[in-house]
């Protein structure tokens, strides 16, 4: 099976393709290398793919380096209306992983065009070459930010979506509707996966987790939103793989709720909240430092709490198993390690 992977020099992308290329997989990476956040840790995920750094560089071609084990890479843009019909004309792909995305709810608030660019515009051109290349499966990532300031908990894919507080939230709910459009109109299976707080080695630098460890090693303070009273339904990377994979290997069939469309949303997550506090805790364990704290009040587009209802999921097999002492310790071991 051939699999496109979006998103390839991301946090979950990369480990995606790490997991897929092991398994024997024949992977295709898109990513491209946008600076939302430092580029260099980009480029050094691609080189443990087997990627150098001037190869990465060829940007919106269809210049594709391949290393010794199977996996390619183009830097393209999901916005690219060229290129992108010509690589999956060109590749023949099978199934598609589209976790490529301009991430982050605070960042939405100053730069809205970029997060339709690539997530509503970006988003259609993949649909739009899934339906003309016969894909078996797309796969795509949603996000918890969806639920907005839902008070019923946990969250679950039957609740109401439709009060997003984000435009990026805003972006994702589009997604899942044109997602569903696309597998009525066109028998497309597709998967949303609404993926909540991903954390673990090779981590998004503007994600709290790489945020307070930076800070709290360098002795700073460490910003606190709404004083502290927060929670998050926090999934350690390697419990979030293991459930893509399922996922991807059962594409929605007419068998589901709805027989007529072969479309599904998914949960993707712990199942169980942590506060805050306890995850600053387990922090400040692992790098055997106090934390200083600046207390602050929400930001706007935040939310208090997340919590995933994963029943669905567990019905397919998937199982949270790493707890947050064990998680935040193995990101710290690799934090330091990448920074000598």
Known sequence: MKI??????GFIGFHMCKKLLSEGYEVVGLDNINDYYEVELKYARLKELGILKQEAKQFNSLSISTTSEGFSFVRLSLEDRENLPLLFETHK???VCNLAAQAGVRYSLENPES???????GFLNILECCRHNNIKHLLY???SSVYGENEKIPFS???SVD?????????????ELMAY???????IPTTGLRFFTVYGPWGRPDMALFLFTRAIDKGESIKVFNHGNMSRDFTYIDDIIKGIQIVLNNPPNRTGENKSVPYRLSNIGNGSPESLGDFI??????????AKKEFFPMQPGDVPRTWADVSELEKMGYKSKVNIKEGVQKFVEWYKAYNK
Not at 163 to 172: G, V
Request: charged letters at 15%; proline letters at 2%.
């Open 181 to 187: 459009t696309y597998s009525h109109l066109y028998n």
């Open 93 to 95: 792909f099978d199934v």
């Open 115 to 121: 997060y339709i660019d690539s997530n509503v515009v």
């Open 141 to 143: 990532a949603s996000s």
């Open 4 to 9: 496109l992977v979006t998103g390839a020099a």
């Open 157 to 159: 894919v039957t609740d």
């Open 163 to 175: 009060h997003p507080i984000s435009l990026y939230a805003a972006t994702k709910k589009s997604n």
């Open 281 to 290: 805790a387990a922090i400040e364990l692992s790098l055997g430092r106090t």
